[in-house]
């Protein structure tokens, strides 16, 4: 599978050295006076919709022996905003998919209480969410309460959301500071078909942001974020396998994790901007937490204009993680704390992706994506987007 | 961070903070979309579910151990 994706990496490749060498065919030193107002402008619209059609495959060539994490998402994404005054804005999503997992795997005869696994049946999922920014103090603070809703198969959160966000300083620097606080009601069915679970997530993040304009240029931003979770954080569809002195898998148990998290994380973000719609970019990440997991990750990435007004986006993300000390391949005994959630462990991850953007009409905008990842303990995937949005 | 670099930091922080080095007008290039930091909520969606769903963060903001669900 592998070699069936190195064509399509060429291909990315090739289509970002494409959009680099054209832009100087394009180059725009600004719009002349009484020129149209470009769609790329950051601004707030009285009303936004966007509608897209997203699809990922994921495949699974290594990884956890029992268990195949290959499946198959398709979904459709609504957006819309609302600002009926200068100081609200309502934001309501919802994403409806469909997710077909690969067939039941059979597991090994030695194991005592199981026959086949799979993450699950195939199901619809339902993501929504609806919030309100609520703009006070002269623009200086911005409150969004909110709410939440998650259901698929054996599975369901929802509870509520709350953002706060305040400027300490404008103009060419901009410190801002930033709460998120999410109440999560959680109900899971256990792998095995055990009683539902009742519980709860809780969620405390902070971030203080520092974004500078160096120069008509150059922007850059430094953020320092403390992230708190508690509640219910291990998933009871997750299962570890005990194996004994030969190597054989012989029972599988539940994944127990600690019902406290916290996380640090540092990101540098820096954008150069040699034309109007054409930027060089770079975003360092860096975050570790009292499980002892550690992940940084580097992404250059570049947009252009490629012809007319349409606008070519691609980046290049690269992860190295290493893993929690509770993730553990092939325990024999049950430890206090234990999973088998790839997620957690240890690999290398490479994502590539290209964006196209392209208005249309007076506020019409078509957009698609096309992304994927591959992650040396042998879990890939691709997938991608096509969708429009219009604003009023 | 030791002593000395965090007062180094609020130095630069209260410097930078005193300069302006754009005008209005010269914002031309930093307003567009191109210069941002995020892209459209769409795409960071799918990122969410491609990217930081398959490590070990939080999945995205609010989701279990790593790759959980209750995001967005």
Same mark, same amino acid.
């Given at each position: 599978?592998?070699?069936q994706l190195l !064509?399509?990496?060429?291909l990315?490749a /090739?289509l970002l050295?494409?959009?680099?060498?054209s832009?100087?065919?394009?180059?725009?030193?600004?719009?002349p006076?009484g020129? !149209? /107002?470009?769609p790329?402008?950051?601004?707030?619209?009285?009303g936004?919709l966007?509608?897209?059609?997203l699809a990922? +495959? $994921?495949?699974?060539d290594?990884?956890d !022996?029992?268990?195949?994490e290959?499946f198959?998402?398709?979904a459709l +994404?609504l957006?819309?905003?609302l600002r %009926?005054?200068?100081?609200?804005?309502?934001?309501?999503?919802?994403v409806?998919?469909?997710l077909?997992?690969?067939?039941?795997?059979?597991?090994p005869?030695?194991?005592?209480n199981?026959?086949?696994t +799979?993450?699950?049946t195939?199901?619809v999922?339902l993501?929504a969410?609806?919030?309100t920014d609520i703009v006070?103090g002269d623009?200086?603070?911005?409150i969004?309460?909110?709410l939440?809703?998650h259901?698929?198969?054996?599975y369901?959160a929802?509870g509520?959301d709350?953002d706060?966000r305040?400027?300490?300083a404008?103009?060419?620097?901009?410190?801002r500071v930033?709460?998120?606080?999410?109440?999560?009601?959680?109900? $899971?069915?256990?792998?095995?078909?055990s009683p539902?679970?009742?519980?709860h997530r809780?969620?405390?993040?902070?971030?203080?942001?520092?974004t500078?304009?160096?120069?008509p240029?150059l /922007?850059?931003?430094v953020?320092?974020?403390?992230?708190n979770q508690a509640?219910?954080?291990?998933?009871t569809?997750q299962?570890v396998?005990?194996?004994?002195?030969a190597?054989?898998?012989?029972?599988?148990?539940?994944?127990?994790l600690?019902? /406290?998290?916290?996380r640090g994380q540092?990101n540098?973000?820096t954008r150069?901007?040699?034309?109007?719609?054409?930027?060089?970019?770079?975003d360092?990440s860096?975050?570790?937490?009292d499980?002892?997991l550690v992940n940084v990750?580097i992404?250059?990435n570049?947009e252009t204009?490629?012809?007319?007004?349409?606008?070519?986006?691609?980046?290049y993300r690269?992860?190295d993680?290493?893993?929690t000390?509770?993730?553990t391949?092939m %325990?024999?005994t049950v430890e206090?704390y234990?999973?088998q959630?790839?997620?957690?462990?240890s690999f290398v991850n490479?994502?590539?992706g290209?964006a196209?953007?392209v208005p249309?009409?007076e506020?019409?905008?078509l957009?698609?994506?096309?992304l994927g990842?591959?992650?040396?303990?042998g879990?890939?995937?691709v997938g991608?987007s096509?969708?429009f949005?219009?604003?009023? | 961070?030791?002593?000395?670099?965090?007062c180094?930091?609020?130095?630069?922080v209260?410097?930078l903070?005193?300069?302006?080095t754009?005008?209005?007008?010269?914002r031309?290039r930093l307003?567009d979309r191109?210069a941002a930091?995020d892209?459209?909520h769409?795409?960071l969606?799918l990122?969410?579910?491609i990217e930081a769903a398959?490590e070990?963060?939080?999945?995205?903001?609010?989701g279990s151990?790593?790759?959980g669900c209750g995001?967005e």
């Open positions: 599978m592998l070699g !064509p399509l990496f060429d990315l /090739i050295l494409v959009a680099m060498f832009r100087a065919a394009f180059a725009d030193e600004g719009a006076f020129a !149209p /107002i470009s790329f402008l950051l601004h707030q619209p009285n936004y966007a509608i897209d059609l990922f +495959s $994921q495949w699974d290594g990884g !022996p029992l268990v195949d290959g198959r998402y398709e +994404s957006d819309i905003r %009926p005054s200068d100081t609200v804005t309502v934001r309501g999503t919802a409806v998919a469909y077909q997992n690969d067939p039941l795997l059979v597991l005869s030695t194991i005592a199981a026959h086949v +799979s993450a699950s195939d199901f999922t993501d969410s609806l919030a006070l623009g200086k603070w911005i969004s309460p909110g939440f809703y259901h698929q198969w054996a369901l929802t509520i709350l706060v305040h400027i300490l404008g103009g060419d620097t901009i410190l930033t709460y998120n606080g999410r109440y999560a009601f959680v109900r $899971q069915v256990n792998w095995d078909g539902v679970i009742d519980d809780i969620t405390n993040n902070a971030i203080f942001g520092w500078q304009v160096l120069s240029h /922007i850059t931003n953020s320092l974020q403390y992230t509640g219910l954080l291990s998933s569809l299962f396998g005990l194996y004994n002195s190597g054989q898998p012989v029972l599988l148990v539940d994944e127990v600690p019902r /406290i998290r916290n540092v540098f973000r150069y901007t040699s034309f109007v719609g054409t930027s060089y970019g770079l360092l860096g975050y570790a937490d499980w002892g990750a992404e250059p570049i204009p490629i012809w007319g007004r349409a606008r070519f986006r691609a980046w690269l992860a993680q290493k893993g000390r509770y993730f391949a %325990p024999q206090p234990m999973t959630n790839s997620n957690l462990g490479q994502n590539p290209v196209l953007l249309f009409a506020r019409w905008m957009r698609a994506s096309l990842f591959y992650r040396t303990d879990i890939f995937g991608g096509l969708g949005s219009v604003e009023w | 961070m030791t002593t000395r670099g965090i180094g930091l609020l130095v630069a209260a410097v903070s005193g300069c302006a754009t005008r209005f007008h010269e031309e307003a191109a930091f892209q459209d769409q795409i969606y990122r969410d579910k398959r070990g963060g939080f999945g995205c903001f609010g151990a790593a790759g995001c």
